[in-house]
């Protein structure tokens, strides 16, 4: 398997919609240090935070994955329209039945 960079698509995420790094960790709950090492790729990024950048941009984790793989000047250039077509492309999971929930 090839080990994906995630730290490039939370760096991407970051630039496209403008948030700071100090931003995103008071957003997901650790330090601003963490998202720099994570980012500068001297941390790894854990499952539980990218779940939690995830649903801060509001993507999934699939996206995260496609990003990982983009040149990041490509997608600057594109910005949310190409963060859009992405959305689009991917099937999303059904929405939980809330009778089912209650049962």
């Not at 398997?1 to 760096?11: E, F, L």
């Not at 539980?48 to 990003?67: H, N, S």
């Amino acid at each position: 398997m090839i080990p994906v960079d995630y730290s490039r698509a939370v760096r991407i995420l970051r630039a496209v919609h403008a948030v700071g790094q100090a931003d995103l960790a008071k957003a997901v709950g650790c330090h601003e240090s963490q998202v720099s090492r994570e980012e500068g790729g001297t941390r790894g990024v854990s499952a539980e935070r990218l779940c939690a950048y995830a649903d801060y941009f509001g993507v999934t984790l699939d996206v995260l994955g496609l990003l990982a793989g983009r040149p990041f000047d490509d997608v600057l250039e594109q910005g949310p329209k190409l963060l859009a077509a992405l959305h689009r492309g991917l099937p999303r999971a059904p929405d939980p039945d809330p009778a089912e929930e209650t049962a």
